[in-house]
């Protein structure tokens, strides 16, 4: 079974700019998410969806960070404008229903860069 | 919300002894922990979980014990090796859609 896909694996932008991150998820995986974790910490929720729609985005600054997901498959998280307290490893997860306590399955990350 | 706290923030044993990482919750809902090892510029890996209807789970060398009065709940590493070194990640969830809420990290180092 292939893994939870995210491109791209680095990105290094100045501050002002603006990034996207993408995101596959595991094949039949309802639910994604996507995590901000600053080195250190944990990760913490910046969005969740069930299918195509959100379910939580209330740790998402809303200001500056806007996320979507395609007929519900792939999903795209962008900054703009970045700051540099943005500079974080932005991981990507799936699970499999909607509900309950399914396993969450993460992508390699995306670490960013902001100078 | 949820807030989870955990501690160690690290923590040091020597291989073949015992690690204990604790965690607490807030919320009284919350239904599902799970516990994620992340090893060094790699992503987090489920390792093992418990639900609330039950008290402690093993999983060879591993354990977590939940306390739901108290509102805590443990990893337990029995035997360890050096390659148990790495993040460990305590969570929180609950919700119908499980929101899941993370603790701060535990860096276990297995010293040889």
């Known amino acids: 079974e292939a893994g939870v896909a995210q491109s791209p694996r680095y990105k290094i932008i100045e501050k002002r700019q603006s990034v996207a991150f993408w995101c596959n998820p595991i094949s039949g995986h309802a639910t994604l998410y996507w995590y901000q974790q600053i080195l250190g910490q944990g990760p913490k929720l910046l969005i969740q969806?069930?299918?195509?729609?959100?379910?939580?985005d209330s740790q998402l600054p809303k200001d500056r960070f806007s996320a979507e997901r395609l007929k519900g498959v792939d999903s795209t998280l962008k900054i703009q404008p970045a700051k540099l307290e943005d500079s974080a490893v932005y991981l990507c997860?799936?699970?499999?229903?909607?509900?309950?306590?399914?396993?969450?399955?993460f992508g390699p990350g995306t670490r960013l860069t902001v100078l | 919300g949820e807030n989870v706290e955990q501690h160690p923030s690290t923590l040091s044993v020597q291989e073949g002894d015992s690690a204990v990482i604790k965690c607490t919750y807030s919320d009284s809902a919350s239904n599902y922990f799970p516990w994620y090892k992340q090893e060094l510029g790699k992503r987090p890996q489920l390792i093992i979980d418990i639900r609330s209807n039950v008290g402690e789970k093993k999983d060879q060398r591993i354990a977590v014990t939940l306390n739901k009065t108290a509102k805590h709940f443990s990893l337990h590493i029995t035997e360890t090796q050096p390659e148990d070194s790495a993040v460990y990640f305590c969570a929180a969830s609950y919700g119908g859609y499980q929101k899941v809420t993370f603790g701060i990290g535990t860096k276990l180092q297995v010293i040889p």
């Open positions: 997860a799936s699970s499999l229903s909607s509900g309950g306590t399914d396993t969450q399955y």
């Open positions: 969806f069930q299918n195509n729609g959100v379910v939580d």
